[in-house]
T-cell receptor
Framework: EDKVVQSPLSLVVHEGDTVTLNCSYE??????LLWYKQEKKAPTFLFML????IEKKSGRLSSILDKKELFSILNITATQTGDSAIYLC??????????????FGDGTTLTVKP | GAGVSQSPRYKVAKRGQDVALRCDPI?????LFWYQQALGQGPEFLTY????????KSGLPSDRFFAERPEGSVSTLKIQRTQQEDSAVYLC?????????????FGSGTRLTVV
């Protein structure tokens, strides 16, 4: 059975701290790994990773994938209260190169205190 | 529209009632997915459409769940004879055929509460 496990389940930090969120997976037919931020209801896309060792960056957020060890990390530096959200990791199991169904982890709830 | 639109935002149903949830994807998006998200959990796959064709319905939990996308745009998820365990947020996501290195665009979901 395909499985995605995120850790920690929750995290409370203060503004300015750096956090690392973890995602490990066991799936068949891996296509890509995706990170989303979920604040209210709609998950919003952060990164898509397909190759090992290549860091993706967007502002204070960065992510990297290790396909040998089957995990990914999401780093957030200089956290702000606006970073408070649930961070979801999903592995895309491809039907084809353009679409695949996603298996999600249960998320890490990040709370950033002022 | 600019994003994926879902309606209603909230639905309260009495146990045994039928419900219909609507998803209006981004215009031109070929792929459409339905996910079910229980409280405190990640979304779980229900079904996938490529245009009007339902190519994967392996995640539908029972034959009370039915989805359609007859003209390859708007999709409806129908749940018959709702039960309490159906209470969840139902998310719809879409993407263009060539989505490159982008994820899927999710709607804000419909929160279904069965009482």
């Amino acid at each position: 059975e395909d499985k995605v496990v995120q850790s920690p389940l929750s995290l409370v930090v203060h503004e300015g701290d750096t956090v690392t969120l973890n995602c490990s997976y066991e799936v068949t037919n891996f296509r890509s790994l995706l990170w989303y931020k979920q604040e209210k209801k709609a998950p919003t896309f952060l990164f898509m990773l397909t190759s090992s060792g290549i860091e993706k960056k967007s502002g204070r957020l960065s992510s990297i994938l290790d396909k040998k060890e089957l995990f990914s990390i999401l780093n957030i530096t200089a956290t702000q209260t606006g970073d408070s959200a649930i961070y979801l990791c999903a592995v895309d199991i491809g039907y084809n190169t353009n679409a695949g169904k996603s298996t999600f982890g249960d998320g890490t709830t990040l709370t950033v205190k002022p | 529209g600019a994003g994926v639109s879902q309606s209603p935002r909230y639905k309260v149903a009495k146990r045994g009632q039928d419900v219909a949830l609507r998803c209006d994807p981004i215009s031109g998006h070929v792929s459409l997915f339905w996910y079910q998200q229980a409280l405190g959990q990640g979304p779980e796959f229900l079904t996938y459409f490529q245009n009007e064709a339902q190519l994967d319905k392996s995640g539908l939990p029972s034959d009370r769940f039915f989805a359609e996308r007859p003209e390859g745009s708007v999709s409806t998820l129908k749940i018959q004879r709702t039960q309490q365990e159906d209470s969840a947020v139902y998310l719809c996501a879409s993407s263009p055929w060539d989505r490159g290195y982008y994820g899927y665009t999710f709607g804000s979901g419909t929160r279904l509460t069965v009482v």
